[in-house]
């Protein structure tokens, strides 16, 4: 996967950004495609993966095509780590080419110590980009809903909201956002530490395709079907229980199980009234964790 590039302001060319404009900044567990980082002018720090002896950036393409693949037959399970301070400093310095102030928004301080490095930076950059405030912003969220949240905050910044207001919205949408998948196993997940052996056997001998949900930094268990029809049906019941009547805001996420996050995208679409519909694949990052056959939705409703 190629790293994000970006170039050094010096202070004074930061100085004379628009008065009064916002830039995003973010991480690659977010999961945006390039066309969305292109079209809302977002920066990204990107999380890395090692496989074996090989660590390799994450990102929507390149080097780590076939990582589902390698999981698979990978012995370990993959380690992640979260940008280093210097590589959230080279996005703000990126964003601050054209713009005067900075949101950041950051993966889950539960689960990565994105944000925390992200804080690192923003103090680093008091003293390499004066006058430029940064607000690293924790999300409580993952994936698809930390997406949610970057994207509602980088339009707002394209409408010249001031960075208080983007921040008070970022908030707001973290209080809202859902996130709900199905597992095809929780071996990955015990495998990270999150969830005992015993659950891991329990779903397996009774063939249990669990049903999660991830708000507010907490996880927690939504239902247990038998199979992955089952847990699509529980899915999309969920989705569109919760967003009957509104505008909704949704992202459709998997993990080498495209298909069935196509049919999810078609069913939401003909039964909801979307402001925004759209998929994405697991990066690495979070893939590692859930592993593969992961069908999610991310969502808030207006």
Same mark, same amino acid.
């Given at each position: 996967?190629?790293?994000?590039?970006?170039a050094?302001p010096?202070?004074?060319s930061?100085?004379?950004?628009t008065?009064?404009?916002?830039?995003?900044?973010?991480d690659?567990?977010?999961? @945006?495609?390039?066309?969305l980082?292109?079209k809302?002018?977002?920066q990204?720090? #990107?999380?890395?993966?090692?496989?074996?002896?090989?660590?390799?950036?994450?990102?929507p393409?390149?080097?780590?095509?076939?990582?589902?693949?390698?999981?698979?037959?990978?012995?370990?399970l993959?380690?992640?780590?979260?940008?280093?301070?210097?590589?959230?400093?080279?996005?703000?310095?990126?964003?601050a080419?054209?713009?005067? #102030?900075?949101?950041c928004?950051?993966?889950?301080?539960?689960?990565?110590?994105?944000?925390?490095?992200?804080?690192?930076?923003?103090?680093?950059?008091?003293?390499?980009?004066?006058?430029?405030?940064?607000?690293?912003?924790?999300?409580?969220?993952?994936?698809?809903?930390?997406?949610?949240i970057?994207l !509602?905050c980088?339009?707002?910044?394209?409408?010249?909201?001031?960075? !208080?207001?983007?921040?008070?919205?970022?908030? !707001?949408?973290?209080?809202?956002?859902?996130l709900?998948?199905y @597992?095809?196993?929780?071996?990955?997940?015990?495998?990270?530490?999150?969830?005992p052996?015993?659950?891991?056997?329990?779903?397996?001998?009774?063939?249990?395709?669990?049903?999660?949900?991830?708000?507010?930094?907490?996880?927690?268990?939504?239902?247990?079907?038998?199979?992955?029809?089952?847990?699509?049906?529980?899915l999309?019941?969920?989705?569109?229980?919760?967003?009957?009547g509104?505008?909704?805001?949704?992202?459709?996420?998997?993990?080498?199980?495209?298909? !069935?996050?196509q049919? @999810?995208?078609?069913?939401?679409?003909?039964?909801?009234?979307?402001?925004?519909?759209?998929?994405?694949?697991?990066?690495?990052?979070?893939?590692?964790h859930t592993?593969?056959?992961?069908?999610?939705?991310?969502?808030?409703?207006?």
């Amino acid at each position: 996967m190629t790293e994000q590039q970006s170039a050094s302001p010096s202070p004074e060319s930061a100085a004379q950004n628009t008065a009064g404009s916002v830039a995003i900044v973010t991480d690659s567990a977010a999961a @945006l495609t390039d066309d969305l980082i292109e079209k809302h002018g977002i920066q990204v720090a #990107s999380m890395e993966v090692t496989i074996g002896d090989e660590t390799f950036v994450d990102g929507p393409d390149g080097g780590l095509d076939d990582f589902y693949d390698r999981l698979r037959a990978a012995e370990e399970l993959p380690t992640t780590s979260a940008p280093k301070p210097g590589a959230w400093l080279d996005a703000y310095k990126a964003a601050a080419e054209n713009a005067s #102030s900075i949101l950041c928004v950051t993966l889950s301080a539960n689960l990565s110590a994105a944000y925390y490095a992200a804080k690192v930076a923003a103090e680093t950059a008091e003293t390499e980009l004066p006058g430029v405030p940064i607000t690293v912003f924790d999300s409580k969220a993952a994936a698809g809903s930390e997406a949610l949240i970057v994207l !509602e905050c980088a339009r707002l910044a394209a409408a010249g909201k001031p960075l !208080e207001e983007v921040h008070r919205r970022a908030e !707001e949408i973290a209080q809202q956002v859902r996130l709900v998948a199905y @597992l095809d196993t929780l071996e990955y997940v015990h495998r990270g530490g999150r969830v005992p052996k015993i659950a891991v056997w329990a779903t397996s001998l009774l063939k249990i395709k669990p049903v999660m949900e991830f708000a507010a930094g907490e996880a927690k268990s939504v239902a247990r079907p038998r199979n992955r029809s089952g847990a699509y049906k529980r899915l999309l019941k969920e989705v569109t229980g919760d967003l009957a009547g509104k505008r909704s805001h949704v992202n459709v996420m998997h993990a080498d199980a495209q298909d !069935e996050a196509q049919s @999810l995208i078609d069913d939401i679409g003909e039964r909801l009234e979307c402001e925004e519909l759209f998929m994405t694949q697991f990066h690495p990052f979070m893939g590692a964790h859930t592993g593969p056959g992961l069908v999610a939705v991310s969502y808030w409703g207006e």
